[in-house]
């Protein structure tokens, strides 16, 4: 096996990320928000006899001039099958080759579940795993409509008939900017971290066209804004990135309306898996229940390992 730290391409590597329906993470526009945000970021593509069986994009944190850290967020991202001890050399071969100098440290945290396919034995785990919930929507709308809970159904069909306007954003961002101070106001109140403003308008911008990165709705209670909801797209996978609602949101089930029709609308554009974000039964049971209830796939990744 060999690693190829600086010839990777953006065609190359967008090419595989789609393919795999990789996660925000690893694609390519979102390392290139982050480094128009000041990050250094490194990407490494890992071959086998000349096919690409891997690749990496981490983001580092230079804390002096003698030490930097480099992070890989939901990765590797596999091209193809490997079987635990094949994995566990990619692990050495990306932790011996980092283009980093001085002291440096490697955490990687697999977008995998904790299993002995895993190729990390002997690395240390250093944070326990991440839980979201992962819906495939290739399949027919009435298939997911019938894989609802009815505790999920029923509030849609109550939100269909509840005089909702839902509108579709755009992708300027004076369109879609009340959303991120919304957004903003609510993470403050719930004391919650996030990504700041700026890199929604960087992401979308990443692009030549910024309708392939982003979608966004409203609904509106007359001519009161009642709630809204963004997903960002990233190759044939999308992520439920924020939801904002009012009391009135609330009793009319506005989030049911907007997430079925996100669904459409990511359907339509070739979009296969919607990734709900990430789900905590103690903290948020609430938004938990309502992303499990939607029929998709409760997935807990391993957790993060120091390499």
């Not at 925000?24 to 990050?39: E, F, K, N, R």
């Not at 396919?117 to 819906?135: I, Q, W």
């Not at 409509?145 to 269909?160: F, G, I, M, T, Y």
Request: hydrophobic share 45%; charged share 20%; aromatic share 10%.
């Amino acid at each position: 096996m060999k690693v190829e730290w600086r010839s990777t391409d953006m065609d190359v590597w967008d090419q595989a990320h789609v393919a795999a329906a990789g996660p925000l993470q690893q694609d390519w526009a979102y390392g290139s928000t982050m480094v128009s945000l000041g990050a250094r970021v490194l990407r490494a593509r890992v071959e086998a006899d000349g096919v690409a069986v891997a690749q990496a994009q981490f983001i580092v944190r230079q804390y002096s001039k003698f030490f930097s850290f480099a992070l890989c967020t939901r990765g590797p991202l596999w091209l193809q099958p490997l079987a635990a001890q094949d994995k566990a050399q990619v692990y050495r071969l990306l932790r011996q080759s980092l283009p980093l100098g001085g002291l440096r440290f490697m955490v990687v945290t697999p977008d995998e579940t904790l299993s002995k396919d895993l190729g990390l034995p002997g690395f240390r785990r250093v944070m326990s795993g991440y839980s979201t919930v992962l819906l495939d929507i290739s399949q027919p709308l009435d298939v997911l409509r019938a894989n609802l809970d009815s505790c999920w159904r029923q509030p849609l069909s109550h939100a269909e008939n509840a005089g909702l306007n839902v509108q579709r954003m755009g992708t300027n961002p004076g369109q879609y900017r009340w959303l991120l101070d919304a957004e903003m106001q609510q993470r403050a109140e719930r004391n919650i971290d996030g990504m700041p403003i700026l890199w929604f308008e960087r992401y979308a911008e990443s692009r030549k066209q910024p309708a392939r990165n982003m979608l966004s709705f409203r609904a509106d209670m007359v001519r009161d804004r009642s709630a809204g909801m963004m997903f960002l797209i990233h190759g044939q996978a999308a992520t439920y990135q924020i939801g904002w609602t009012t009391q009135a949101g609330r009793d009319a089930n506005a989030h049911h309306l907007l997430l079925w029709r996100g669904i459409e609308a990511l359907q339509e554009r070739g979009v296969r898996l919607l990734d709900l974000g990430g789900v905590n039964t103690q903290r948020s049971a609430g938004v938990a229940r309502f992303k499990m209830a939607t029929g998709g796939t409760v997935k807990q990744l391993a957790g993060s390992y120091f390499l």
